[in-house]
């Protein structure tokens, strides 16, 4: 058929970086077969196109990692050594009203803001930094056993990705572990969980060096469906071959979605679009 046509060729680079190789026959077997088919519980994945709305500038020197918006402005945390740090920058002409710098010794990655403190990740040092959102004064840091890629908020604790399927929840109070979970598709584990952001009790994450999102389900770790933003990067500057997709920040109050990517010009408002399409066929 053309839909699996269309569905293999689509999804083949997804499926061949965020799996071992050794795993893709075996899934795709595992697709076809009655004991993977959809159930109530845990209905075939929607597959989402978008339409972009609106964009805004961005700094394209920024290797973006961690993205959030809080009242008209856009919080990144930007990594990469000697070039790690946390810029507020005004949404509408990219102003930067804030911005603090890392140690030089340190890779910055994901964001998430919690009240007045803004908690930034570092990728291999085990560290965790808060900053006051009001001064970007480092108030505190904590310790953090594992890589740290992206960092979201469900209300009560942050939702810690490490590049691995398995999401971890960490307290706010000293970053302490909780509890875990692991995110598959279809009974697969998701691998490369990168930028976070949690959205109407769903936990949405970038797949690293792929064009998909995944909404997940932070119950059962289940990814409900599927956004595929292909075309999305020819639409903007970039700066090198580690310029791919990464970052996501809803405004909750006007319920806007944006997007947008490391070493990227632009920052992007968008739209999902309906593809009537489900993972898989
Ligand atoms: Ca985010």
Same mark, same amino acid.
């Given at each position: ?134 001064? =970007? %004064?480092? $108030? ?10 992206? +960092?979201? &908020?469900?209300?009560?604790? #942050? ?21 875990? =979970? %692991?995110? $598959? ?10 930028? +976070?952001? &949690?959205?109407?009790?769903? #936990? ?78």
């Amino acid at each position: 058929m053309n839909n699996n046509h269309w569905f293999f060729t689509g999804f083949s680079r997804f499926l061949s970086i965020s799996f071992f190789c050794f795993l893709l026959v075996p899934l795709i077997v595992q697709y076809q077969s009655e004991a993977m088919a959809a159930t109530e519980n845990n209905p075939a994945p929607k597959l989402y196109s978008y339409r972009i709305v609106d964009r805004f500038p961005q700094d394209i020197k920024s290797f973006t990692q961690g993205l959030k918006f809080v009242d008209g402005s856009i919080y990144l945390g930007a990594g990469k050594r000697g070039y790690s740090g946390l810029t507020q920058a005004r949404l509408a002409d990219g102003y930067v009203e804030k911005q603090v710098k890392l140690d030089d010794q340190y890779f910055g990655e994901g964001i998430e803001i919690v009240g007045n403190q803004i908690f930034q990740l570092t990728w291999k040092a085990n560290k965790v930094f808060v900053f006051d959102k009001s001064t =970007f %004064e480092m $108030t505190d840091s904590f310790t953090n056993p594992t890589e740290g890629w992206g +960092l979201a &908020y469900d209300g009560v604790n #942050l939702l810690l990705s490490d590049g691995s399927s398995t999401i971890r929840r960490m307290g706010t109070e000293d970053f302490s572990y909780v509890n875990e =979970f %692991e995110v $598959t598709l279809a009974g697969v584990p998701v691998r490369n969980l990168n930028e +976070l952001e &949690y959205i109407a009790g769903e #936990l949405w994450a970038n797949v690293w060096q792929t064009n998909y999102i995944v909404r997940i389900d932070p119950v059962t770790g289940n990814v409900r469906s599927i956004i595929d933003l292909s075309g999305l990067e020819q639409r903007t500057r970039r700066n090198g071959v580690d310029a791919v997709l990464n970052g996501i920040a809803w405004d909750d109050v006007n319920e806007r979605l944006f997007v947008t990517g490391k070493y990227w010009s632009d920052l992007f408002e968008i739209e999902l679009v309906e593809t009537g399409k489900t993972f898989p066929q």
